[in-house]
């Protein structure tokens, strides 16, 4: 830009943001602004936009930005040169009127241009269209900026003049705009731009507060303001000081990390004073995922974690202001964070005078959904559930009390919804219900599998830590997954209210990553079998496929995005998902594809097997993989029954000693005689006996080829 550039500031002055979206407004504020002056030739793509966010402002400093725009050339089309000049080539009284709307005369006629527009030619006329002042355009981005913010609730406040009224996120009082030191006149919400803020409520050194030039504004919001303006300095001084302040209490202390607690305080405060506080000690009987709950949602506060993870009786708070004795607001957090903490040892020990076991009873009167009955009624279908799971696990593990065992958890897992703590807490439920079992002499693998049946609840969350606790969780999804899927409520596109996604993924994860021997026909089965008719629609109601079948789908969507994030293609767990209902032989499957996939042959063999696929589709009957070796006649099928004959021992006896990969390569020497074979055979013969060999041959074929995987979905 050869244009005369200086640096731009923009700040708008506003009472205090909602906290949890200041990260969001001051990044959006700065970006849009940015974008408007770029698409106005205001700034090109060398500047720099630095967003400035804190609890009362949100301001963007920009580098290089013109006082004005270049100047473009604009090419006008004023119309066909039939219409505009006459045989004798003088300009018509259509055209001179359009030249006259344009300001212009007959003068310009002969520097007109002819140009080619669509089938005729048509005439245009040359001019230069005047770059943008800064201040129309800064005008224009402004408003832009302030339209296009994520503003969760907005408010409507009366102007000083008593009259207007205007709608923002929260009430404006000064905005500045400066290009280098200039004051650019633009305005918004009522205020006109100068140079003049406010700083720290109690601790700037002036009010107000006048900007220099834009460059200066940092340093004088820190020097004279007190004010951080930046939510990432802000932050990152927020981290150092509850860092020093840990390792000042020593011992190894860490302060908890929660990156949305600290966006969440960074947008609290304009300049942070971390301080030590500390409470009673006898409060550490209370379960400590209580006391950092309260302390974190309520209180802003950041608990301090002893070197093993324990809680200890000191906290961390992030101030606004720094007095030069800080006892009196060390003192008054201290004071406010004890009801909390009473509050935490109040309903742990009233609950605690309740056995779980007596609370099951009281689930009856709990609503799950208008259509599926009560916690109660869903608690005895998640332990039928959980029961028929523990035989299976039980049965290949030797555990033959397994079942019994999880059937219990189950019937317990949901009993702590109906707790004091959950009742204040939700975030705690499965948390208080393990405290509570081992309160009630429970053993641990029970009071762990009551925690552990909401795992996993997210991306990358744990699975539960023993096998109780993965047959309740797995009883607890399914039972969600077949029910909603039963009354209809199947998720689609965006929308998903019942997290159905999460639980469908919950599902794939246990299965494959705890290696589970679990069919997962068979537990979709088991789970639609826990639901009376009366309560669900069981055919699925989709051209009859039957509900299982339907869940079932649904499951491998998820398993499909599960193995693609591990590198796998669609076609290949397509391929692997279609030929075994067994998802602890998922992996090895898919490596066995994988490699075979690789092999020179591979295409060829899947693009035969899809062939025989459609071939023996259209078969009205099942076709049983048998022949008859005197039936056949010519060359390249005997050659073929006698290449088969060879392949199919080593592939099935490999496929038997789980030598998936070994099974497929196998396969390979199939190639040269199947290609032969479509190429020298019809295998609808007219013979019905020559017809039914063939089919029964590929029909082995098919048999041999598709038991690691149906290879006819690779085909391309």
Known sequence: MSMHTENLLVELFVEELPPKALKKLGEAFSQTLADTLKTQGL?????????????????????????????????????????GLNAEGQATPALLKRLAALGLDVSVVPQLKRMPDGKADALFFDTVAAGVELAEGLQKALDEALSKL??????????????????????????????????????????????????????ALKHPLRIETADSYAAQMRDEGAVIPGFAERRAEIERQLQVAAAQVGGGVQPLHDDALLDEVTALVERPNVLLCQFEPEYLQVPQECLILTMKANQKYFPLLASDGRLTNQFLIVSNISPAD???????NERVVRPRLADAK???DQDCKKTLESRVLDLAKVVYHNKLGTQGERVQRVGAIAKAIGQKLGAHSGDAALALRAEQAALLAKADLLTDMVGEFPELQGIMGRYYALHDGLSGEIADAIEDHYKPRFAGDALPRNPVGLAVALADKLETLVGLF????????DKDPFALRRHALGVVRMLVEAELHLSQSELLQAAVAAFPDTLISKDGGKEGVPLWQLVDIYINERAVGYWKEKGYSEQMVEAVLEATHLPIEHALRLAAVREFNALPEAAALAAANKRIQNILKKVETEVEPVTNPYLFQEAAEI???????????????????????????SLAALKAPVDDFFDHVMVNAEDAGLRANRLGLLARLRRAMNRVADLSRLAA
């Not at 050659?639 to 390569?665: C, H, I, Q, R, W």
Request: aromatic fraction near 8%; charge should be negative; hydrophobic fraction near 45%.
């Open 346 to 348: 109040f309903f742990f």
């Open 486 to 493: 039963g009354i209809g409520q199947v998720p689609t596109g």
């Open 43 to 83: 700034i090109d793509d060398a500047c720099v936009v630095t967003p400035y966010a804190s609890p009362r402002r949100l301001a963007a400093h920009i580098t290089q930005v013109a006082a004005r725009a270049a100047d473009k050339p604009v090419l006008h089309k004023l119309m066909p040169v039939s219409v």
């Open 639 to 665: 050659a073929l029954n006698a290449a088969l004959g060879e392949v199919e021992p080593v592939a099935d006896a490999a496929f038997d000693a789980g030598d998936y990969t070994a099974s497929l390569k």
């Open 326 to 332: 800080p006892s009196a607001v060390i003192g008054g």
């Open 150 to 203: 994520p503003i969760p609730k907005v408010m409507t406040y009366q102007l000083a003049d008593g009259w207007s009224t205007v709608n923002f996120v929260r009430p404006a009082h000064a905005l500045i705009a400066l290009h280098g030191a200039e004051v650019v006149p633009v305005s918004t919400l009522g205020l006109t731009a100068g140079r003049e803020t406010q700083g720290h409520r109690f601790e």
